[in-house]
């Protein structure tokens, strides 16, 4: 019983998106904000039990508060980015929130160098045995030239940006036909869904 | 001078990520690892910074009468009854997440079927939006058209059924020219990233305290 109301309710809600396909409309407007709504909801009940639950709360429980005493400084600075809501003691919160760009920008300049520069520059210089490795050489050099703005792009920087520009169109139109095929695939979920699970005409 | 303080923990949080990683012994790598849980609590407490001003916003609109005030009723009542279930399932079946309870009753009926459909109607307005862009006006714009559609009719059976060397362009494409000048893209973005938090680091970069 509850699988089939369930059924019925996401069919309703998947016709009402798909109602925007005529125009906007009040069933769009509907789902819409239901989306917004329950995902909200959503994200705060998984922030409870998969961040300041486990990590918070159930470490004070299981071994007291003495063995976990350091947890005190987040919960406090966790507090101090509340101020925001009061305009005259707002600049407490730039205590947490420098810290929290603290963190991220130690991670970003760590991740870029380990996860993405020297993995990228390592799988571009590789010994010349193929075509393909000296299209991606050129290709790599061109692109790059392309994104050099502290010159005219004149002479060999020209014809290189200009060379550079044919492979970012290329990416481009890859990237675009995957993101194509990526969605009709959803589309044929979703049809599916309303053919077979609902109306089990297929 | 009020920015002093704030600037200082930025600056010395991230010198103790950067130790972190380069000197992976204690006491460097745990600090580090106590940072990052800290830094998800204090993002926890954020997400409720997030959900006041969205229901403030909604709130007001419904006090105020203003155009369009019962679709963020709709917003606020589904926001308190997810949450409610939430609630009722955690109590209940000691996590909110148990298959069995409501909460993922409305998850899986409720949001998953809502978030497929807006995604998969993209795929309209991009077909949409490829017959206006698609035109073979410049060289360019000739190697976007033809990648695109290489790449699209290379991915599904039909293409392969047609000319059995299209999966074989289109996966070329893909992991050659293509892999190619996302990789100059990328390179490019990384340093432009180092290059912002370093800014961010040393304080040049401020805009976060607002």
Known sequence: ?202 | MHTIIPLAITFFTSLLIIMGFFIPRAPFSDIQQTMLVWVLIISGFAALLGVDSLLRQHIKKITTRSEGWAYSLVLILTFFIVFGLGVFSGVRYGTAFSLASSFMYAYTYGIIPLQATMFSLLAFFITSAAYRAFKARSIDATFLLVAAALVIIGRVPIGGMLWSKLPVIADWILDWPSMTARRGILLGITLGVIGTSLRIMVGIERSYLR
Request: net charge positive; charged share 10%.
């Open chain 1, 1 to 202: 019983m509850g699988t089939v109301v369930g059924t019925w309710i996401a069919a309703f809600l998947t016709l009402c998106i798909f109602s925007f396909l005529y125009r906007d409309n009040p069933f769009y407007r509907f789902a819409e904000h239901t989306f917004v709504g329950s995902s909200v909801a959503y994200l705060l009940i998984q922030t409870w039990y998969f961040t300041i639950y486990p990590k918070l709360v159930l470490p004070v429980l299981k071994e007291g508060f003495t063995q976990n005493y350091l947890l005190l400084i987040p919960t406090i600075l966790g507090i101090m980015i509340l101020t925001r809501w009061f305009p005259n003691l707002r600049r407490i919160s730039w205590i947490p929130i420098s810290f929290t760009v603290g963190v991220g920008v130690g991670l970003a300049i760590t991740g870029s160098i380990q996860g993405i520069l020297i993995p990228q520059l390592k799988a571009t210089i590789v010994p010349i045995d193929s075509w393909n490795i000296v299209i991606m050489i050129i290709g790599v050099v061109t692109t790059i030239s392309y994104f050099y703005f502290s010159a005219e792009h004149k002479g060999i920087l020209g014809v290189s940006a200009k060379v550079g520009t044919i492979f970012i169109m290329i990416f481009f139109g890859a990237t675009f036909g995957y993101t194509v095929m990526a969605r009709i695939s959803l589309l044929i979920g979703r049809m599916h869904f309303l053919l077979h699970n609902w109306l089990h005409l297929i």
